[in-house]
T-cell receptor
Framework: ETGVTQSPTHLIKTRGQQVTLRCSSQ?????VSWYQQALGQGPQFIFQ???????GRGNFPPRFSGLQFPNYSSELNVNALELDDSALYLC?????????????FGPGTRLTVL | SQQGEEDPQALSIQEGENATMNCSYK?????LQWYRQNSGRGLVHLIL?????REKHSGRLRVTLDTSKKSSSLLITASRAADTASYFC????????????FGQGTTLQVKP
């Protein structure tokens, strides 16, 4: 069974640029959630995708957008990057939508915005 | 604002001692989950306790949930140096919106 994978591991961008982060869910899981974790803080929920549809969104501006593909992998896109977007971005997969089950997290993508 | 508040923010103990971390939350939940994170890497799920459960065990871990006080505790018994990590509680609301609400975490250091 393959776990959750994320790419790239690290990324450096400049303010105003756009970035795409990728996540492959664990085998058999149809739900992917994305979180942003600033240094020294707990993860903050961005959004969840269940069977290719958005299933809940946190308090993030529209320049944070996502996509889930038929194979249940997912992308997180961030436009017009700001310095405060520097963080660890985590994706998590689960066997069903919602949060009634444990989430399986990937290793994260460390984004630095200069 | 974050739903979960954890206490203490940092904890330092000797190997073999027990470590207790507490989590408080504000609204009705379906379940509460505990996660561990090593050095800014991905989170590892430890235990999920549902709102109708009061206590759960997994190996050296014991989790309690008091819904009347809106609080939970994680006890790690006979700690090891490898338990050094940050520990987060996360609440899943009854509405099942897909959102897990994390606390700010407790940083545990276990000295050999």
């Amino acid at each position: 069974e393959t776990g959750v994978t994320q790419s790239p591991t690290h990324l450096i961008k400049t303010r105003g640029q756009q970035v795409t982060l990728r996540c492959s869910s664990q085998s058999g899981h149809n739900t992917v959630s994305w979180y942003q974790q600033a240094l020294g803080q707990g993860p903050q929920f961005i959004f969840q995708y269940y069977r290719e549809e958005e299933n809940g969104r946190g308090n993030f501006p529209p320049r944070f957008s996502g996509l889930q593909f038929p194979n249940y992998s997912s992308e997180l896109n961030v436009n017009a990057l700001e310095l405060d977007d520097s963080a660890l971005y985590l994706c998590a997969s689960s066997p069903t939508g919602g949060t009634y089950n444990e989430q399986f997290f990937g290793p994260g993508t460390r984004l630095t915005v200069l | 604002s974050q739903q979960g508040e954890e206490d203490p923010q940092a904890l330092s103990i000797q190997e073999g001692e027990n470590a207790t971390m507490n989590c408080s939350y504000k609204t009705s939940i379906n379940n509460l989950q505990w996660y561990r994170q090593n050095s800014g890497r991905g989170l590892v799920h430890l235990i999920l306790i549902r709102s109708n459960e009061r206590e759960k065990h997994s190996g050296r871990l014991r989790v309690t949930l008091d819904t009347s006080k809106k609080s939970s505790s994680l006890l790690i018994t006979a700690s090891r140096a490898a338990d050094t990590a940050s520990y987060f509680c996360a609440t899943a609301l009854s509405s099942n919106t897909g959102k897990l609400i994390f606390g700010q975490g407790t940083t545990l250091q276990v000295k050999p």
